[in-house]
């Protein structure tokens, strides 16, 4: 296995300082985030979402890709894949997404999935999703970079199966799938080892995160409810997903997505890679 981050977890990072943060750490490579970059929120405190400082921005040159790929080469780290924030549909933006990741010579990069929200039927979304997955293969013939789905809740991919039902029939060398069992937390629990059998050669990248069942007192909301917490203490059973990884023959990127804020950038990537490497 190897091992990366994510760098939506390190909102407080300049590109540069994660660079020296993950390779101090001993990490293996980096997953950077990659989307437009609003400046009315940059002078908002750093956040996941908001003012997130260790981001790629969409509208950068190649001479700055090149030269942030450089550094990252330097630092003895690879660049496994692009985390794009698109939407279903947009294959303008899923064509910069490759093109940037042929300049940093990632593989892959994250595409979108259609959100179900109640307001349009199972099926129409499905179709959605399909049509623009046509789309992402012929890109993906075109840059040879390939586009991967993630499970995640409030999608029509919250599970393996569904995921799977939504890339099927696709050319995995194009399409994949990020196995993501934090998510599943949330939403899509199913047996990781079945999930994993049937996703067969879609299996592409995965996340490493974890979350927990909490009581809310809020009246407005549902009594419990899923939020984060560290990688080695929520539902998602790690050393068992480890175990199945095993099982089926994955030995790629393990890439960590830790929202659970139990500690400084720094503490959370010595605490992740050295727990995780203890279940390996």
């Given at each position: ?14 590109p540069?300082e994660a660079?020296?943060e ?11 985030r990659v989307t ?11 956040s ?9 921005d ?13 550094e ?6 690879e ?11 947009d ?59 993630e ?5 029509i ?53 974890n ?22 203490e ?5 050393k ?5 990884l095993?099982t089926v023959?994955?030995?790629?990127w393990?890439?960590?997505e ?8 720094e503490?959370?990537?010595?605490r ?9």
């Amino acid at each position: 296995m190897k091992y990366s981050v994510f760098t939506v977890m390190l909102p407080e990072l300049s590109p540069q300082e994660a660079i020296h943060e993950l390779k101090k750490a001993g990490y293996d490579g980096v997953e950077w985030r990659v989307t437009a970059i609003d400046p009315a929120k940059q002078e908002e405190p750093p956040s996941f979402w908001g003012n997130n400082r260790c981001t790629v921005d969409t509208q950068s040159s190649e001479e700055d890709i090149l030269s942030l790929k450089a550094e990252t080469e330097l630092a003895g780290l690879e660049i496994p894949a692009l985390a794009c924030y698109l939407q279903c549909g947009d294959v303008e933006g899923t064509a910069r997404g490759m093109q940037i990741a042929q300049w940093f010579g990632a593989s892959a990069i994250r595409v979108g999935v259609p959100m179900y929200n109640r307001s349009k039927r199972y099926q129409e979304l499905l179709e959605e999703g399909r049509s623009y997955l046509e789309e992402v293969q012929k890109l993906s013939r075109q840059y040879g970079v390939q586009g991967w789905i993630e499970i995640h809740m409030n999608n029509i991919a919250s599970s393996a199966s569904l995921a799977h039902r939504l890339v099927e029939g696709f050319d995995p060398e194009h399409i994949g799938v990020i196995y993501d069992p934090g998510n599943m937390v949330y939403e899509g629990y199913e047996q990781y080892r079945m999930g994993l059998e049937l996703l067969g050669p879609y299996l592409a990248h995965v996340h490493v995160k974890n979350a927990h069942w909490v009581r809310t007192n809020d009246p407005n909301r549902h009594i419990w409810q899923a939020d984060s917490c560290p990688v080695s203490e929520g539902v998602a059973n790690w050393k068992q997903i480890v175990d199945d990884l095993k099982t089926v023959g994955y030995d790629r990127w393990l890439s960590f997505e830790d929202f659970s804020r139990s500690g400084t950038g720094e503490e959370l990537l010595a605490r992740n890679l050295q727990y995780m490497k203890s279940l390996v």
